[in-house]
């Protein structure tokens, strides 16, 4: 089945238009770009990709399952790393450096344009395996600091540059992404581990749930593990479906969803694309480098 968008509303459907978006797609290991129509235009073999940026000179930034590649639209690769760890997350920060999250070892990296690693900060011990759950994407705060969602210890966490928690909120389900606001609040897409509902919330500093979607509160829209954002210059937030764990088909791929939580956009085509995890919209205002790129 293939639908592109929607603009669902009680009682119909009216067309609207659809965005241009970047995608990794977790279970074929692919990235891919999309038109406003929904058709793929291009795509390239990532396994276990997670975590997609694309960049101001056009390139592409993302997650490998192990390790992290820039690859140019002609396909040649230009920035490359290699982890005996499992890599859910990477971004290009404004000095030109790669922040990378090492999932399995608990590191958080910054590589220079040659890939060597300039900063480093462990969360965990060294020698210490703390398993595949247990972080998933990252991100460097313009602070200094680094948010990171522990997916399996079902919390999400602010470290400062020397590894210290200053700031955490609970997120039952595993968080799987976070973005930190320019008004300080904090978007979360959580899964469903432990029986919990899927959903997406935002936190206030205090920890205050001030919005959420969850469960099956979308009307015709079930919620099935919640995985990548993006947060538009409107306040519209973009969300990920994961159809992982026995979902195939089962929802869209991608919606987009007001702060009084209507539906104005959904994508799905289910034959050639499995699993979104994570995604960037393309026709969004924004530099994925300077930090205004809220993904």
């Known amino acids: 089945m293939k639908l592109w968008c929607a603009l ?18 977790y279970t074929q290991g ?16 990532a396994p276990n990709a997670n975590d ?17 590649k820039e690859v ?16 859910y997350a990477c971004q290009r920060l404004p ?6 999250g090492e999932c399995n070892a608990g590191r958080l990296l910054e590589l220079d344009a040659a890939g060597r690693i300039v900063r480093q900060i462990r969360l965990l011990p060294e020698g210490q395996d703390g398993g595949s759950a247990y972080m998933r994407n990252a991100r460097k705060l313009a602070n200094g600091n680094y948010l990171v969602a522990h997916y399996g210890l079902q919390v999400v966490r602010e470290y400062d540059p020397d590894g210290k928690v200053v700031w955490q909120v609970a997120a039952p389900g595993g968080p799987h992404s976070v973005v930190r606001l320019p008004d300080g609040n904090t978007l979360i897409a959580s899964a469903d581990r432990d029986g919990a509902p899927a959903r997406v919330f935002e936190v206030a500093p205090d920890g205050r749930t001030v919005w959420e979607v969850r469960g099956d509160e979308l009307p015709g829209i079930s919620l099935k593990f919640m995985t990548g ?9 973009v969300m990920s479906n ?25 994508f799905a085509d289910h034959e050639t694309i499995k699993t979104i995890s994570s995604v960037e919209i393309l026709d969004a205002a924004g530099n994925a480098i300077a930090g205004t790129v809220l993904h």
């Open 8 to 25: 669902l509303v009680l009682g119909g459907a009216v067309a609207a238009p659809g965005h241009r978006f970047a995608c990794t797609d």
């Open 30 to 45: 692919k990235v891919f770009l999309v038109d406003d129509r929904g058709k793929v235009e291009w795509s390239y073999d």
């Open 52 to 68: 997609i940026w694309v960049l101001p000179n056009g390139n592409l930034l993302f997650n490998t399952g192990h390790g992290v």
């Open 72 to 87: 140019t639209r002609d396909k040649k690769v230009v920035f490359s790393y290699e982890s005996t760890s499992e890599v």
């Open 95 to 100: 000095n030109g450096n790669t922040f990378i």
């Open 229 to 237: 954002l993006h947060r538009l210059p409107n306040g519209n937030t």
């Open 242 to 266: 994961w159809l992982g764990h026995g979902q195939f088909g089962k929802a869209p791929h991608l919606i987009e969803v007001t702060r009084d939580q209507r539906v104005v956009w959904t």
